[in-house]
Every structure is written in C-alpha cells, then in structure tokens.
C-alpha cells in the first residue's frame, strides 16, 4: 500500500516569490493534516482537514498561507509571499478518521528553503 | 496553555537501554503519543497510550501516567538504527489533534 506522497520534495525559492505544496493521502484516509516542522523542532499543527472541510485552520497564518482540499481527496499548501522564517519542512499526514487513537501517517515533506 | 518536556538529546551504546520522558502540561487530555524521525525522514507512529500503565511493543515501551502528567518511551537492547529523534505528542480535545514536544535526539554508539 503506498504511503502519503508529497511534492516537490525540495523547493528554493526568493522572499516574495509564491510557492505550493502537493500531498496526496493514503487512500480511504478521509482526515488530512498539514504540519510544519522548524530545524530542531517538532511538526506544529496548520491545518486538519476532514473530508473536504476545514476543521480546524486556527493556527494557519492566513494572511499568507491558504489550503484546498477539493473533492476530499489530494491537498494543496500555498504559501503567498514567502518570507525568510517561512523555512523549514512541510509535513502532510493523514488517517482514518479524527478518533483520538486513528494512527496519523506522515508524508516524507517538503523541505522549503526561502532565500 | 500547553507544553511538553523532554530532553533534548541521549547518547548510550549498542545494547543498552535508554528512557526518555515526557512532561505535560494540557487541557483536555486525551492521550499520549510517540513518533520516531530519523534524519531527512517522516514521523512514524510508535505507540499511543489513553490509560495509566505500560504498554509494550516489541523492543520499544511506553508508558503514561495521567495523575503525574507524565509519559516515558523506553528502548531497549539499542540498535545502531534506533539513531534518530523521538518526540512525545499529546492528543488533546476531541479530534485527533496532537501536539508535539520538541524531540529527544538519540545517538547509539557502538
């Protein structure tokens, strides 16, 4: 069974340029999480989708991030203008479903540098 | 608020055993979580305990105690592969939604 899948795996770009993020999940996984993880640090939670709908985008900095997730399925992370501290490695996860105990599966991520 | 403690890094030898704790302090307590990340890699799941108690996968342990607030994951007979980042997550609130301590980096020597 093929695990989360994400792209690019590596992506460097220049301060105000705009950049995004592919994941597509386990299939049947219908809960999508995206993290960002800083250099020594553990992931932190941006979005989590279920199905199709947001349900918790609270610590997403929505002046200049945005997240889709249409027909429930693949997702995509935008960053629009990028800056400096936007660098670091972007995981997608997924699982079954929102229970407390569904294991979350990670992508490998998407390490972005921002020059 | 939220936080977790661990330490930031351990260093033993092949063979060994080695205990890394988790210090939590959270509303709405679900669970606790360990994750294993070698270098350049993902998170994988490692354990999930909800209730007091010790619970053991193969080479790997996890324990919780909610009264304490406090978790540790426990390796045992060390392999040079178990080289990696371990981090502690707590689930909290109805959701699945974990939060994350800041990892414990594990070195095996030979």
């Known amino acids: 069974e093929a695990g989360v899948v994400q792209s690019p795996r590596y992506k460097i770009i220049e301060k105000k340029q705009p950049v995004a993020f592919w994941c597509n999940p386990i299939?049947?996984?219908?809960?999508l999480y995206w993290y960002r993880q800083n250099l020594g640090q553990g992931p932190e939670l941006l979005i989590r989708?279920?199905?199709?709908?947001?349900?918790?985008d609270s610590q997403l900095p929505k002046d200049r991030f945005s997240a889709e997730r249409l027909k429930g399925v693949d997702s995509t992370l935008k960053i629009q203008p990028a800056e400096l501290g936007d660098s670091a490695v972007y995981l997608c996860?997924?699982?079954?479903?929102?229970?407390?105990?569904?294991?979350?599966?990670f992508g490998p991520g998407t390490r972005l540098t921002v020059l | 608020g939220q936080s977790l403690e661990q330490p930031s890094e351990v260093t033993a030898v092949e063979g060994a055993i080695v205990q890394i704790n988790c210090t939590y302090q959270?509303?709405?307590?679900?669970?606790l979580s360990w994750y294993q990340q070698h270098d350049g890699g993902a998170p994988t799941f490692l354990s999930y305990?909800?209730?007091?108690g010790l619970e053991e996968t193969g080479r790997f342990s996890s324990f919780l105690s909610r009264s304490d607030s406090y978790g540790y994951l426990l390796l045992q007979e060390l392999q040079m592969k178990d080289s990696a980042s371990y981090f502690c997550?707590?689930?909290?609130?109805?959701?699945?939604?974990?939060?994350f301590g800041g990892g414990t980096r594990v070195l095996v020597k030979p």
């Open positions: 996860a997924s699982s079954v479903g929102l229970a407390e105990q569904d294991e979350q599966f």
């Open positions: 299939s049947g996984h219908n809960t």
């Open positions: 989708y279920e199905n199709e709908e947001a349900v918790d």
């Open positions: 959270t509303s709405g307590f679900y669970g």
């Open positions: 305990n909800a209730l007091d």
């Open positions: 997550a707590v689930t909290r609130a109805a959701g699945n939604k974990l939060t």
